[in-house]
């Protein structure tokens, strides 16, 4: 009988244990920035290239003890579009990190019902595999974003009674001090997110922070949130 009850407590605590791993999803942080600035068509235009460039060196890179990352290593960098994933290539390639790329993420992007639709799906899909994939469990997630998609009023008006934007899908719009839209001129910022429980769907902070780059990239726009980006003459930039 007493080997029964050791049994019967020891499968109950094998089975605990796996409900709460199976519950406990929610990442520790999840970095989102916009992708750089772009040129025409789908490439990014020289500032943009350099802000790539500056963001795998310093805010985002593996050895500078300023980057975000230092302390604790990225589970994975995640892009949606080519403007994203161009501005993630030169991140990742500094992590020898693979990138997961969806057919959507190649397509030229369009401005129009149609393509925003389909991307809206794509943003529903990672959304909810973070924050009910254990795999992400206590770990930090990186996305490089397309800014519509982070945070827009005028998006969510074109689909109403539905969850589109990350601002919706993780529910920052239930913390104070989140903006509504990423203004047009913002390719210089950070919005960081804290988890401090597995099981959360809300995050328990919000942190905005400026892109502040230091040389060789002290060049780059460093615009405040909201005002205009001050582009060098020839840049190409759209």
Not at 21 to 44: D, N
Request: proline share 8%; with cysteine.
């Amino acid at each position: 009988m007493i080997l029964l009850r050791a049994g019967l407590f020891s499968l109950a605590m094998l089975l605990i244990a796996a409900f709460s791993a199976e519950v406990a999803a929610a990442p520790a942080r999840v970095i989102i920035l916009r992708h750089g600035e772009k040129g025409g068509g789908e490439t990014l235009c020289s500032v943009g290239k350099e802000r790539a460039e500056a963001l795998a060196a310093q805010y985002l890179g593996k050895v500078d003890g300023a980057s975000l990352l230092f302390d604790r290593p990225p589970a994975a960098f995640l892009a949606m579009t080519l403007h994203t994933l161009e501005t993630a290539t030169p991140i990742v390639d500094a992590w020898d990190m693979d990138l997961k790329t969806d057919p959507l993420m190649l397509e030229p992007a369009k401005n129009d019902h149609s393509f925003n639709a389909k991307l809206n799906l794509m943003n529903q899909r990672v959304a909810n595999d973070l924050l009910t994939n254990p795999k992400w469990h206590g770990k930090t997630v990186v996305l490089v974003w397309e800014h519509y998609h982070i945070a827009s009023e005028e998006l969510e008006s074109q689909f109403p009674g539905e969850q589109v934007t990350l601002r919706q899908l993780l529910h920052l719009d239930q913390l104070p001090d989140v903006p509504k839209t990423w203004p047009n001129p913002n390719y210089d910022y950070f919005w960081i997110l804290h988890y401090d429980r597995p099981d959360a769907t809300v995050p328990s902070s919000f942190r905005m922070m400026k892109q502040v780059f230091t040389a060789p990239y002290n060049n780059l726009p460093m615009n405040d949130w909201g005002q205009p980006e001050n582009l060098p003459p020839g840049s190409g930039c759209t």
